[in-house]
């Protein structure tokens, strides 16, 4: 009997459940997926804990705006809270927008007798900067906040609870400590609102002041930005991270998720919930991409093009924004009397140099993920000029003393330079090097394959 005529297993499957950490959502709908509910849990499902949910409002919104808004009956924001928490062993909690005093009360009280951590996102301003909830709800959320492990309010909202005017960092940590005062464990006072090339988003606590800054980023695909931090640093002390830990790791997802944000209706588009996990699911690969680039420079041999530190391939996942994110050859790769050959095997993190100089000039675009460095002289010049390649050039003796003195500040000096002389985006970049630097051309490609398409035809060139 053939296999193809073999009867199926009948069996039934062993079952293998996983056991993930509940936090739990209390916070409008926001039809449009940005915001409210629906961030919340596409949020805490990204950081690897099981979301729940009690929805206070339901409203008719896009990427334009909101069309309309529906509250539900205080009771029935009761029943779901108490659903959730009669069955789930809910680890920590969230709030986003409570509508109303008497859901802001209901809340309250529920925190106070909760034994999970409560992180408490007051949504009472709007970007606009009008108002969303009516006095008696601004009021009753003292008692919530009395009861918050954390607090995160962006500059306005801070504003509105403490009477401080956040301008910068010394007035967010005044505000930061009134609301310790007002009872909260924590408070972490978010910078998007301040004007600044910088975002500083403050965090107080009993231990301290921290500060996480980062540039920003030139885009209004915010909606949901804030509900998006706090549902990330929930799930993140569901699974067991501490306060700090969890505002650091929020903040770094956040900034990511805001820049590659997604293209998704006519307003500016919607903050990329799962760009973290879809970085993550790329590493392996983006690996191979590289292994197959590194094949086949060891099959056609482009060992002329090889500079005297080694070559490397440098492959950087979809997101990435660090070094530890981009997939290059361990000990690079050496020329032999047989051709060129890599010194190891493929890994995250190996290569320094060249991955700086890549992420750099992903910041002027973002499509760029791969990279080589090989040699320059006048050959390879006369090589690129044949090739009649957009090519940019930097020169190191211009270089501010002030970025040579700055660990790690030479590549992005040098790719910026590159970037504004070429004005667009260059094939390949020459460091013309200095005393004690070798002189070295970049190759640049949006994916693996033109990769080694380039590397290959500069090499038949020369």
């Known amino acids: 009997m053939s296999d193809e005529d073999a009867s199926p297993p009948t069996e039934t499957r ?27 849990l596409k949020t805490i499902e990204a950081h690897d804990a099981y979301g729940t949910s009690a929805v206070t409002a339901v409203t008719a919104q896009h ?101 401080v005017e956040v301008a910068g ?7 930061g400590e009134r609301l310790r005062s007002m009872g909260a464990d924590a ?47 929930a799930a993140r002390l569901a699974g067991g991270e501490s306060l700090t830990e969890a505002v650091e790791a929020s903040a770094a997802f956040l900034e990511r998720a805001v820049r590659y944000h997604l293209d998704v209706g006519e307003g500016p588009g919607a903050v990329h919930h799962a760009v973290g996990m879809r970085n993550r699911a790329a590493r392996e690969r983006t690996a191979e991409e590289v292994r197959e680039v590194v094949r086949k420079f060891a099959e056609a041999d482009p060992s002329a093009l090889v500079p005297e530190v080694g070559m490397n391939v440098v492959g950087a996942t979809p997101y990435a924004e660090a070094v530890g994110e981009t997939a290059a050859v361990e000990g690079r790769i050496t020329r032999t009397f047989s051709g060129v050959k890599p010194n190891r095997g493929v890994r995250f993190g190996a290569s320094s140099h060249v991955a700086r100089f890549l992420l750099a000039c992903r910041e002027f675009d973002p499509d760029l993920r791969f990279a080589a460095n090989c040699r320059f002289d006048a050959d390879v010049e006369t090589a690129l000029d044949s090739l009649d390649w957009d090519v940019a050039a930097y020169d190191r003796g211009s270089e501010p003393s002030e970025v040579k003195t700055r660990e790690g500040s030479t590549m992005q000096w040098g790719a910026r330079q590159a970037f504004e002389s070429a004005g667009r985006t260059p094939v390949a970049v020459v460091d013309r090097g200095e005393v004690g630097k070798e002189a070295i051309t970049k190759v640049l490609a949006p994916d693996s394959e033109t990769l080694a398409e380039r590397v290959l035809a500069l090499s038949e060139a020369l």
């Open 63 to 163: 990427t334009r705006g909101v069309e309309s808004t529906h509250v539900l009956p205080t009771e029935e924001v009761a029943a779901q809270l108490d659903a959730v928490t009669g069955d789930f062993d809910v680890r920590a909690a969230k709030t986003g927008m409570l509508a109303d005093a008497d859901i802001v009360e209901l809340v309250a009280e529920r925190a106070a007798a909760a034994d999970f951590p409560v992180v408490v996102d007051p949504v009472m301003v709007a970007a606009s900067g009008d108002r969303l909830l009516d006095s008696a709800a601004e009021d009753a959320y003292a008692d919530l906040v009395s009861e918050a492990a954390l607090v995160t309010p962006n500059a306005d909202e801070a504003a509105v609870l403490t009477d």
């Open 169 to 175: 960092r010394e007035s967010a940590i005044e505000a």
């Open 14 to 40: 062993i079952p293998f459940p996983i056991e993930m950490p509940v936090a739990l959502t209390v916070a409008g709908s926001d039809s449009g997926g940005g915001a409210g509910v629906q961030a919340d």
């Open 187 to 233: 408070a972490v006072v978010k910078g998007g609102h301040v004007p600044g090339e910088t975002v500083r988003d403050v965090l107080v606590t009993p231990d301290g002041v921290r500060t996480f800054e980062h540039p920003r980023i030139d885009t209004e695909a915010t909606h949901g930005s804030g509900c998006t931090l706090s549902a990330a640093i």
